[in-house]
């Protein structure tokens, strides 16, 4: 089996449910109030855990209350934290979470020390990476650290990952590194410069643009509708389960988990992409964006009963 590392954020969640989203100057009276531990990179590293793998998690945390509580949360998911650097005088990174009672949510992320984060911290990290492993990235940490470390990461051979969320443009060569990049629809279109007057359920013509500008695969995650596999020569549809949802937050992330260790076991196509949605439809069942993540067995569970 490949190794996994995760190079990405960490943040405190803090989450707000109400009725329903609230209008530009309107206030609302909500519902619950809950702190969560959570953050793109550390949440595919806690849900890659709970599957049953091993990530090296890299990234950064400040000199706070939250970045001392976040410690002593990876420890108890069995994740090292030698590789997460303290970054003094900065705070850890925050999100604001308002999650409406559809499960819908909107989020607002407040970066720290994430923002800090250097190649020079993540690249000894690196040192023991062997051609194949697997590498997930998103776009939470300063943007100028990811265009670096992409290219160098597959000159030694490394598989990248790319959650780009939040979509941010990158320079052409840097996205011919990607081997994977799994975008929602927002993020496919604005990542392959598409603007759309009318609001698609699933529109391919993104994923499309990304593969002709150099990335192999583009997995498109479509919520209810499932995700779609993306490359030259193939097209194809993998339909999400039906669950009845209560949080969607850190779904996407529990998807590039379930797909980054299936592809990391060597499973093929159709079995990985059933992975990823089975994990991904399990984690909206509970709340929180770490709390609701799978186990191995649960997900196995979950398939066998299909």
């Known amino acids: 089996m490949n190794n996994l590392y995760v190079i990405g954020s960490l943040n405190m969640d803090l989450v707000g449910r109400s009725p329903r989203f609230v209008e530009p100057g309107e206030t609302l009276m909500g519902g619950t109030f809950g702190q969560y531990p959570g953050g793109k990179g550390a949440n595919q590293a806690v849900a890659l855990a709970r599957l049953g793998g091993k990530p090296l998690l890299i990234g950064a945390l400040g000199d706070d209350t939250f ?13 090292d934290d030698r590789n997460i650097v303290t970054k003094k005088g900065s705070a850890t990174g925050v999100a604001m979470i308002e999650v409406a009672e559809t499960g819908e949510n909107r989020i607002l992320v407040l970066p720290g020390a994430n923002t800090q984060l250097t190649p020079e911290d993540v690249l000894p990290a ?30 030694r051979g490394g598989r990248v990952i790319l959650d780009p969320a939040p979509a941010a443009v990158l320079p052409k060569l840097v996205l011919q590194n990607v081997d994977i990049m799994t975008p929602n629809q927002t993020e496919a279109q604005l990542m392959a410069g598409i603007t759309s007057a009318e609001a ?3 529109d391919l013509t993104p994923a499309r643009v990304l593969c002709d500008l150099g990335i192999p695969v583009v997995v498109q995650k479509a919520g209810r509708h499932g995700a779609w596999w993306v490359q030259k020569g193939l097209e194809k549809q993998f339909p999400a389960f039906p669950v009845t949802v209560v949080d969607t937050t850190a779904a996407g992330d529990t998807f590039n988990a379930g797909l980054a260790l299936a592809l990391a076991q060597g499973k093929p ?10 994990a991904a439809a399990l984690s909206t069942t509970k709340h929180g964006a770490q709390a609701g993540m799978p186990t191995w067995n649960e997900v196995q569970n979950f398939l066998a009963q299909r």
């Open 269 to 278: 196509l159709e079995e990985a992409m059933t992975w990823a949605n089975a």
């Open 200 to 202: 698609l359920a699933v």
């Open 126 to 155: 690196l040192a023991k990476l062997q051609p194949g492993d697997l590498v997930l990235m998103q776009l939470e940490i300063a943007l100028a650290t990811v265009i670096a470390l992409i290219p160098a990461i597959h000159a």
């Open 67 to 79: 970045g001392r509580a976040y410690r002593e949360i990876l420890g108890a998911e069995g994740i």
